[in-house]
């Protein structure tokens, strides 16, 4: 149990255009989901904090207008990223954290997208 | 501003050796700490959580020891397998409440020899 998924694993796209990235809890509920970038040889950064049914929390230095996040419902959210450039090019990394939390407040991580922007 | 930092960066060890990596932290206000195992090119798996009201966790060969006072913890890898070769990292809650999300060291890269 407790998996979640994203999708694409790998996108590879041109300079200027918008891609999406989900991200899915596929056997529980998440309220509250995280958006995190890795960049090559370093740590995972977050970048925003996805509750659903309202307006994501950005972390400080993240563009809310170029990185679009969307948690419609309890098991799905969305991050766009808008105007892709090459810089933009990262592992982008999801987590859930199960409705409710629980004693331990364990987050599940999906495996990744990695982007490539050309 | 909570920072995460992992000693060594880099570990090699030829098989069977036991070995620690360490873990510290500049705020002690946290939820809980987890280790997380990173394969190249891959996504997260949990090893160990450690409440910041416990002092230690085990799970098979894996022993993780927390002091929050301190701001530190370890990961113990007892009797090292090539398999164990990845990046670790270790990861603070944001605040001391539920629900946060997670500040991440830069992990370190161990490297197993047969």
């Known amino acids: 149990g407790a998996v979640v998924s994203q999708h694409p694993s790998w996108v590879i796209c041109k300079s200027g255009t918008s891609v999406k990235i989900e991200c899915r809890s596929l056997d529980f509920q998440a309220t509250t989901m995280f958006w995190y970038r890795q960049f090559p040889k370093q740590s995972l950064m977050l970048m925003a904090t996805?509750?659903?049914?309202?307006?994501?929390?950005?972390e400080q230095g993240v563009e809310k207008d170029k990185f679009l996040i969307n948690h419609a419902s309890l098991t799905l959210s969305t991050l766009t990223v808008t105007s892709a450039h090459p810089e933009d090019s990262s592992f982008y990394i999801c987590?859930?954290?199960?409705?409710?939390?629980?004693?331990?407040?364990?987050?599940?991580f999906g495996p990744g997208t990695r982007l490539t922007v050309l | 501003k909570q920072e995460v930092t992992q000693i060594p960066a880099a570990l090699s060890v030829p098989e069977g050796e036991n070995l620690v990596l360490n873990c510290s932290f500049t705020?002690?206000?946290?939820?809980?700490l987890q280790w997380f195992r990173q394969d190249p090119g891959k996504g997260l798996t949990s090893l160990l959580l450690?409440?910041?009201?416990?002092r230690e966790q085990t799970s098979g060969r894996l022993n993780a020891s927390l002091d929050k006072s301190s701001g530190r913890s370890t990961l113990y890898i007892a009797a090292s397998q090539p398999g164990d070769s990845a990046t670790y990292l270790c990861a603070v809650s944001k605040g001391n409440q539920a629900g946060t999300a997670l500040i991440f060291g830069k992990g370190t890269t161990l490297s197993v020899s047969s």
């Open positions: 705020d002690s206000a946290i939820y809980n």
């Open positions: 996805s509750n659903e049914g309202s307006k994501a929390t950005y």
């Open positions: 450690i409440q910041s009201s416990q």
């Open positions: 987590s859930a954290r199960p409705s409710g939390g629980g004693r331990t407040d364990t987050q599940y």
